[in-house]
């Protein structure tokens, strides 16, 4: 009787990190869908999607009754670690992702940002003054041997990517990295929820005081409309939660493994949908880099 719970219990871990990770795949090519058929901001699409989200899981989190603000109004350390976490985590991975999705595509730019295990690794090594292990500098080589691949096609002083998609592909690896790591103490204290939500919210409105986010971009229609209703709910707060509950059903080390599904489903749709190409050259890098992510877990 055990067994059979436990086994229903992976099936359905599996079936949400899957449902999960082909989520922020699709949000990928829906965000490189909107920004190659509107004149829209990277700054204000992601001002939008993050309030909007932030509302969202904050919403959430009052209804599980699973967030105290008069709490966590008297911690401020606690404040301070979720303003960092907003700001330096979550608005810097987002921004640098959506921007390497607009000058680049949603694969290259899903692909490289995989790239921030490898920096959570050189960032662990310096903090602890640790040498990396043999596995470790072998990832590493892996991982720049991708990129380089990606950014020259194989070819000494060739550029087959923009600087700009190269730059902000790397900063989304960082991000990504700076969210992982600023996310684990806030986290651990009051829930992910809760934090992201608070996170996403401040995060927002922060870019939203740049961007100008209340003045809609003109040209938008309906079907821009629905593009960032799948960024937001299924490509954000959906793809998030439903992540979420299959780590929680099999584990960080099987949901790793499925989350290298986001970058192979932006890549088909990007294809498919988007009738974006792909040489042989950078279907290795890709390979290289997320080789480098199963390995590194």
């Known amino acids: 009787m055990t067994d059979t719970k436990d086994k229903k219990r992976e099936k359905l871990g599996i079936l949400c990190c899957t449902a999960g990770a082909t989520s922020w795949g699709l949000s990928g090519t829906c965000s490189e869908a909107l920004f190659s058929q509107y004149p829209v901001d990277t700054t204000w699409v992601t001002a939008v999607r993050m309030t909007s989200a932030g509302i969202i ?3 959430l989190a009052f209804a599980k009754h699973s967030l105290n603000l008069k709490e966590l109004g008297k911690d401020k350390k606690g404040l301070i670690e979720i303003v960092l976490f907003a700001i330096a985590g979550l608005a810097l991975c987002q921004y640098a992702y959506l921007s390497a999705i607009k000058w680049t595509n949603s694969g290259t730019a899903t692909v490289i940002q995989n790239l921030s295990i490898v ?3 050189v960032y662990v090594c310096l903090t602890t003054r640790t040498a990396p292990d ?14 380089w691949l990606l950014a020259t096609g194989g070819k000494p002083g060739n550029m087959e990517l923009t600087p700009r998609g190269l730059f902000w592909g790397l900063m989304a690896g960082i991000g990504a990295a700076s969210y992982s790591l600023l996310s684990r103490a806030p986290v651990k204290h009051r829930g992910s929820i809760p934090v992201s939500g608070m996170g996403m919210f401040i995060g927002g409105l922060a870019l939203s005081l ?39 059903l099999v584990g960080p080390v099987k949901a790793a493994l499925l989350s290298c599904l986001e970058p192979l489903t932006a890549a088909t749709l990007s294809v498919v949908w988007l ?11 890709f390979a290289c880099i997320l080789a480098t992510v199963v390995l590194m877990r």
């Open 134 to 147: 043999k596995r470790t500098v072998f990832c590493i080589i892996l991982a720049l041997f991708g990129v």
């Open 119 to 121: 920096f959570i690794a």
């Open 210 to 248: 740049i961007a100008q986010s209340w003045k809609i971009p003109a040209g938008l229609d309906g079907r821009a409309i629905l593009y960032m209703a799948v960024i937001v709910l299924l490509g954000t707060v959906g793809a998030f939660t439903l992540f979420l509950q299959g780590i929680a």
């Open 275 to 285: 009738h974006s190409s792909f040489s042989p050259t950078d279907l290795i890098g």
């Open 57 to 59: 899981l904050l919403f």
